[in-house]
């Protein structure tokens, strides 16, 4: 069993930063591979990066197109935690943030994952 608590949203102006945490507990944390999601108003929910856990020494990430070069998706094993670091923040980029857990490979696909965050709010304003 993983609980997954986000943290870090708030409001920002375009250009700027801001860091999304994802405090996990529970045993298996450092064997799941992680995902943030994000969810805006009146649309479905999409992948933003992915995180594979590291039986040795190279994580694998991935990302959305649209967030490549700005955000960044890193792990802290030994925390327990998993974090997004959003720069350069567009105002499309207003949403929901999700974290979330998986054992299954396939880290872009929501469906797979099994455990959810309560999300936390990021709001860019123009």
């Known amino acids: 069993q993983v609980q997954l608590v986000e943290s870090g949203g708030g409001l920002v102006q375009a250009g700027g930063s801001l860091r999304l945490s994802c405090a996990a507990s529970?045993?298996?944390?450092?064997?799941?591979?992680m995902g943030w999601f994000r969810q805006a108003p009146g649309k479905e929910r999409e992948f933003v990066a992915g995180?594979?856990?590291?039986?040795?020494?190279?994580?694998?990430?991935l990302y959305a197109d649209f967030v490549k070069g700005r955000f960044t998706i890193s792990r802290d094993n030994f925390k327990n935690t998993v974090y997004l670091q959003m720069n350069s923040l567009k105002p499309e980029d207003t949403a929901v943030y999700y974290c979330?857990?998986?054992?299954?490979?396939?880290?872009?696909?929501?469906?797979?994952?099994?455990?959810w965050g309560q999300g936390t709010q990021v709001t860019v304003s123009s």
């Open positions: 529970g045993r298996t944390f450092s064997r799941h591979n």
């Open positions: 995180i594979r856990w590291s039986g040795g020494s190279t994580l694998s990430t």
């Open positions: 979330a857990a998986t054992l299954h490979n396939m880290v872009i696909v929501s469906s797979v994952y099994d455990y």
